[in-house]
């Protein structure tokens, strides 16, 4: 029997010579421990760089169609690989290409997973992936712990800083990079960035004493043709992560979000899954490194954030609430809320008749010498709001002027795209990671650990990426874009109003407050029309 090898020749194409003899070599040895009665020949030697493997299929490589042609042509009888798993994107294909051989009419030996077509399941294959999966959940483990490590001692974990910073190790001036070493301090130690630094004071001064929105300083931001780290334009989740960020006083927290493991939907693979760390377990180092904004300043602006969304959640604080103005109603005397009772009355002809009113807490509890509000006829009320807001709809819903005042960037898309990118390249280096483990003896120690560490902090740098994405996706609902305005309009216009629960649900979306103060109705909208 003549047989064929396909060869791994990965890695950068670092001693790819080495890589493919040793693995003909220990193919060679394999196949004679075995017993297999074959020859080799170097003719029948398919190295392939795995390089482009995550473009193409493992069919469509030039070395596969080489190896595909000489079978045809009944030059070989059996194909060796050392791990035909590392060369398929996944374990199908691994299964789909060792058929196609096999209906060739060649026996497939594949020594990493002791696959031999003669006499193996292919499922096999995909128990394979599994195991390979959980090794590299272990790396990322080691990873992570390092990490922590690195955060405990005040030391920026990421590859990439965080606008503003840059690296000690990455400072230009030179002298002022060795002025800083020499006096102990850390090459990863975080240090304000000669021009970026200033960009962030700004943004904080806008923020907390010039009261912008951070719309308004996004608009600011990107008129000044400011980029994020990966080169993107700033958007309002960019400056709230920001604003949010405790490295600008000097403070490392790292480990707010760890990775959790679930099966996919066909149970063959496992998924990444963000979850939130108990604050206990946060790696924190105060003082880290110089601060670029005062504490007070920091608070302040951690405060008017928490406001700003207090007032943004404050609909959903009374889904409790059964009518559609609890809540939202507050006596124009005395400032308490007005809840709603249901009164039953007999009419003359004996049918009874429901109907609901709005009272004055204080009323009702105190009786009318504290308040002498008078009550309010729920469907009445809520009849009225609805046409008010309604006709302020009508004037601006077709006003593209107005709606694209409210229109914002809408992020969520574009996120998803990237998320994907960075999922394919984390797999990538997984891979490659693994690749260098498997053959860790072909390298001296050094040459090893310098790959290896390469490597891990790429995939560091790619899940903090990964990260920064996802809580962007977290807060991205709050944007609303132009389609979604005009679908909330018709919402609106549209709102059935003897469905109280929904209408609850929808006044309480568009309304901060409602008083009435003789027969004047006063609302106070959170979308201002006017
Ligand atoms: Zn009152």
């Avoid at 994907?420 to 860790?440: A, F, G, M, P, Y």
Wanted: glycine share 6%; charged share 30%; proline share 3%.
């Amino acid at each position: 029997m003549i047989g064929g090898i396909y060869a791994r020749s990965s890695l950068g194409k670092i001693k790819q010579g080495d890589t493919v003899k040793h693995q003909v070599q220990m193919i060679q040895e394999y196949a004679k421990r075995m017993e297999f009665n074959v020859s080799f020949d170097e003719k029948f030697i398919y190295p392939d760089d795995g390089e482009s493997g995550f473009k193409t299929t493992l069919l469509q490589r030039p070395p596969m169609k080489q190896l595909l042609e000489d079978i045809d042509s009944g030059l070989i009888d059996i194909v060796f690989f050392k791990g035909i798993s590392r060369f398929a994107r996944d374990s199908g294909e691994a299964i789909q290409t060792s058929k196609r051989l096999i209906q060739k009419g060649v026996r497939v030996i594949s020594i990493e997973e002791n696959y031999d077509s003669d006499v193996s399941d292919p499922t096999f294959f995909q128990m394979y992936a599994v195991l390979a999966e959980a090794e590299s959940r272990k790396t990322s483990i080691r990873v992570s712990l390092g990490n922590k490590q690195k955060s405990r001692n005040g030391l920026w974990a990421g590859s990439v800083p965080p606008f503003g910073y840059i690296k000690v190790k990455d400072i230009t001036d030179k002298a002022k990079k060795e002025e800083l070493i020499s006096k102990g301090v850390h090459p990863q130690t975080l240090f304000p960035h000669p021009e970026k630094a200033d960009i962030i004071k700004k943004i904080f001064d806008m923020y907390v004493n010039q009261g912008f929105g951070r719309k308004k300083i996004v608009n600011w931001v990107n008129s000044q043709g400011i980029k994020t780290q990966y080169g993107n334009k700033i958007g309002d989740i960019t400056i709230k992560r920001i604003l949010m960020n405790p490295a600008y006083i000097g403070v490392i927290v790292y480990g707010k979000t760890r990775y959790n493991y679930i099966d996919s939907d066909d149970g063959l693979r496992k998924i990444q899954k963000v979850i939130n760390v108990d604050k206990e377990d946060w790696a924190i180092c105060e003082d880290a490194h110089p601060p670029i904004i005062e504490r007070e300043v920091f608070m302040k602006a951690q405060r008017l954030i928490k406001q700003k969304e207090k007032a943004f959640n404050k609909g959903r604080r009374f889904n409790n609430a059964k009518h559609p103005l609890t809540g939202l109603l507050k006596c124009s005397l005395c400032g308490a809320p007005m809840i709603c009772q249901k009164r039953t009355n007999k009419k003359a002809d004996g049918t009874k008749v429901t109907y609901r009113y709005y009272v004055c807490s204080t009323y009702h509890q105190k009786g009318r010498d504290v308040c002498p509000q008078a009550n309010i006829n729920a469907d009445e009320l809520e009849d009225y709001i609805h046409k008010q807001i309604s006709q302020q709809i009508e004037k601006v819903k077709n006003d593209e002027y107005f709606l694209e005042g409210y229109a914002t960037y809408n992020p969520n898309e574009e996120i998803n795209s990237q998320i994907k990118v960075i999922d394919r390249e984390i797999e990538k280096n997984t891979n490659k990671s693994l690749t260098l483990l498997e053959n860790k003896d072909l390298y001296d120690d050094q040459t090893f650990r310098d790959l290896n560490l390469k490597l891990k902090e790429e995939i560091v740098r790619l899940r903090k990426q990964k990260d920064e994405l996802m809580d962007e996706l977290k807060f991205a609902e709050e944007i609303m874009t132009k389609d979604d305005l005009k679908a909330k309009f018709d919402e609106f216009l549209e709102l059935n109003l003897s469905d109280i629960s929904r209408t609850r649900e929808v006044f309480h979306e568009w309304i901060n407050e409602v008083r009435v103060e003789d027969k004047k109705v006063i609302i106070d909208q959170k979308f201002k029309m006017i």
